[in-house]
């Protein structure tokens, strides 16, 4: 993949993840002054905004792309876990499953996509069976995450079916300007080979246009010097 296409995944990965925040955190956020919500929901918020605004200008001004995707990676992760935590608002938290996914197969590609999407599946059903021995307390219980996890494995599916017939159409696209760039080249090397025999062909011409002055030239030498012989003999002069 091109820097500049890379470079457009990761402007919607990180619009995904300002639209994400929004929508799972933001409501929670503004029910603080209404004294209902926790300090550390609005802190997370904040966080993530401040921390898509870095990871933005890391990518825009730096140009380090690695580092912005890493980042983003831990985003991801980060805000899953912390939404297995608290729930978000009502609940709401769950809509986070829609977009991990995508977030992984658009920055990542298919196969780590995919291997990045059953991590986060691993780690979600980990805290969830701890929760369920009561190792850990999380806001979402086991018998309560089938439709989730549902959702969640048919979103990886569309992804990676997305994702296959975008690589299979950029695999097209470059094997299509592969073959155009080869009968370009070919086309170059029969201009070039034409040019060569052009100015063979014009050396050759100059080459002959001079043996044919020289023919001449020897020629009316001869002339004149049989005019001179018939005058040192005496003869009439002959035309």
């Not at 993530?48 to 983003?72: D, G, P, W």
Request: proline share 1%; glycine share 6%; aromatic share 10%.
């Amino acid at each position: 993949m091109d820097t500049q296409a890379f470079r457009g995944r990761q402007i919607i990965s990180m619009t995904l993840l300002m639209l994400i925040g929004f929508f799972v955190f933001a409501a929670e956020g503004l029910t603080y002054y209404f004294e209902s919500a926790d300090r550390a929901v609005i802190a997370f918020s904040l966080g993530s905004a401040i921390f898509c605004a870095i990871n933005f200008v890391i990518l825009k001004v730096f140009k380090q792309v690695l580092v912005s995707v890493y980042l983003t990676l831990l985003l991801v992760f980060a805000t899953s876990a912390f939404v297995l935590k608290t729930g978000g608002q009502d609940g709401t938290g769950i809509f986070w499953a829609v977009t991990g996914p995508l977030i992984f197969f658009l920055l990542t590609g298919k196969r780590r996509g995919a291997a990045l999407s059953i991590l986060l599946l691993l780690m979600v059903l980990t805290a969830l069976v701890l929760d369920y021995f009561l190792v850990i307390d999380t806001a979402f219980k086991l018998n309560e995450m089938r439709e989730p996890l549902l959702i969640y494995l048919v979103i990886v599916i569309c992804s990676a079916t997305m994702e296959h017939f975008r690589e299979l159409g950029e695999r097209n696209n470059f094997r299509t300007n592969k073959e155009t760039s080869g009968i370009n080249k070919q086309l170059e090397n029969e201009i070039k080979e034409r040019k060569k025999i052009e100015a063979q062909l014009k050396i050759h011409s100059l080459e002959m246009e001079k043996l044919n002055k020289l023919m001449i030239g020897r020629e009316l030498k001869m002339v004149e010097m049989k005019k001179e012989l018939d005058l040192l003999k005496g003869k009439p002069k002959q035309e």
